[in-house]
């Protein structure tokens, strides 16, 4: 089984959020497992402004021409530049015009307004590179709406062509809440011709929407999210769509990269440390509260927040919750990166409480690391959350998390009170401030309790949930790929 993926992230070459571990981590994972895919997966992912190649990577270029409505003459010559990745083939679509940019998707004045042309190019330059090399593919794997433009054009361009016309799809939705809407007067820009006016909706065309009803097989990153979005509170508008899917939509929830996250490999941490001594955690721990300017000594508990800001996670949550925290003696370190207004009411809150909450701005991986390692507990407020990465990196470094009961968070962690024996952090329902501060201090109790015990085994038990990729996640994947194949063969007779 020839797998190719397409995506818009792929960590490290580029990433604003989980969608880009997965992708990097999933592909990796699929390639060590025997006989799961055909030599490596190849990863088709935009070469962006900030994409370095590395200066030793051995990199071959293919120039192709690519269909481009809006180019003179309505083709592009792109150049495709491929490498060895750790465990996969990255193979970046570099076409300075549409990828030359500081942002992926848009910038501070919004989206980009081509942004239909731009993700129907990379997925166009997978296709046409298969076809240059004459290399059939059996599954192209779609993560997210920036794929699906492959969906449209494996249907409405390139049904009948012997190389890809075949090909089985299928769809990771990572985030529902991001959809690829493209007005009709944008549609153009997809390079459908007319065809694209059998696609969409009059107002326009939900390229998610698309992938969804043309995909032979469509998943999200938890079981749990994926009952959840069957319902119009959390289906953002596509409820009816995934319905209407049947068992050809499922959950399977994410794995983790245990290599690159591991403390006890980790470069970035002042110590590196395992379950078997947590002396490394706790140098991590003074390490930390030295960089964020909290005084070392101080040991009231520190809660870590990392994340993109989005509205989806509930920065605003935990700045309802912050007096209430400081006032039961927590301190706040909050790193996110994004829309920055997401944090002004955490920043007005950290301005009343010196040295009790610190607000970092930025995307920093290393500081990340830290502060999974150097926290207490990692909260993870989300309104919704299709699987979430933050809570399983935080168990394996040793900080229980606090999370909301929704999606992925309701599959990986046990709460501690509803199973004393079992429970690896502490959840609540209520996406409100009230509801985030009563868990925290719940946590608190059991952390600051005479009898330490009890919250060496929590820690303990977190550290040691098997996460890996390759024990039950990428298995998964692959019988969803073989599956979409034999689903793909079986129709086209
Ligand atoms: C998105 C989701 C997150 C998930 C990640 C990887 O970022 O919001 O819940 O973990 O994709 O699948």
């Known amino acids: ?271 590196r440390y395992d379950a078997s001594d947590l002396a490394g955690k706790v140098a991590c721990r003074a390490d930390l509260l030295a960089r964020v300017g909290f005084d070392p000594a101080d040991p009231s508990a520190v809660l870590g927040v990392i994340g993109r800001l989005d509205p989806q996670k509930g920065f605003d949550l935990v700045a309802g919750a912050a007096r209430r925290l400081v006032a039961s003696g927590a301190r706040l370190v909050v790193l996110g990166s994004g829309d920055a207004s997401l944090l002004a009411g955490i920043r007005a809150e950290a301005a009343r409480a010196p040295g009790r909450i610190a607000v970092l701005e930025r995307f920093d991986r290393e500081l990340s690391r830290r502060i999974y390692a150097g926290a207490d507990l990692f909260l993870m407020p989300s309104r919704f959350e299709p699987c979430g990465q933050g809570q399983m990196i935080a168990m394996r470094y040793g900080t229980p998390p606090v999370a909301r009961r929704t999606g992925g968070l309701a599959d990986t962690i046990v709460d501690l009170h509803a199973d004393p024996t079992g429970g690896t952090g502490f959840l609540f329902d209520d996406a409100t401030p009230e509801a985030l501060a009563a868990a925290v201090e719940r946590a608190l109790v059991v952390f600051g309790a005479a009898d330490r015990a009890p919250w060496q085994r929590l820690v303990a038990r977190g550290m040691a949930v098997d996460w890996a990729w390759e024990t039950s996640s990428a298995p998964l994947y692959a019988a969803l790929f073989r599956r979409a194949v034999a689903l793909r063969r079986a129709a086209r007779g």
Not at 54 to 78: F, K, M, N, Q, Y
Not at 133 to 161: F, G, M, N, S, T
Not at 176 to 191: E, F, I, K, S
Not at 211 to 220: D, H, K, P, Q, Y
């Open 1 to 271: 089984m020839q797998v190719l993926f397409v995506a818009a992230e792929c960590e490290p070459w580029a990433k604003t959020g989980g969608l880009g571990d997965v992708v990097d981590a999933l592909a990796r994972a699929l390639g060590r497992i025997p006989g799961a895919v055909d030599g490596q997966v190849e990863v088709f992912l935009p070469r962006y402004a900030s994409v370095s190649i590395p200066a030793r990577a051995a990199v071959e270029t293919l120039e192709i021409t690519v269909h481009d409505p809006l180019a003179p003459g309505g083709a592009s010559a792109v150049a495709i530049r491929s490498f060895q990745a750790p465990g996969y083939r990255l193979r970046l679509v570099d076409f300075p015009d549409a990828f030359d940019r500081a942002g992926f998707y848009g910038d501070s004045a919004g989206d980009y307004s081509d942004n239909a042309r731009r993700f129907a190019l990379l997925g166009r330059a997978a296709l046409e590179t298969r076809r240059a090399e004459r290399r059939p593919v059996d599954l192209i794997a779609l993560h997210d709406w920036q794929a699906c433009p492959v969906a449209l054009l494996r249907d409405l361009a390139y049904a009948d062509d012997p190389i890809v016309g075949g090909a089985a799809i299928s769809l990771t939705i990572h985030n529902l809440a991001y959809h690829g809407w493209t007005p009709r007067d944008r549609a153009t820009q997809l390079g459908l011709g007319a065809a694209a006016a059998s696609a969409g909706d009059a107002w326009g065309i939900d390229l998610l929407r698309e992938g969804i009803r043309r995909a032979e097989l469509v998943n999200t990153v938890s079981p749990t999210y994926s009952r959840e979005v069957l319902n119009p509170a959390a289906g953002m508008g596509l409820d009816g769509d995934l319905v209407a899917r049947g068992d050809r939509f499922v959950g399977i929830l994410n794995g983790l990269d245990e290599e690159l996250w591991d403390p006890a490999a980790d470069a970035a941490l002042a110590a």
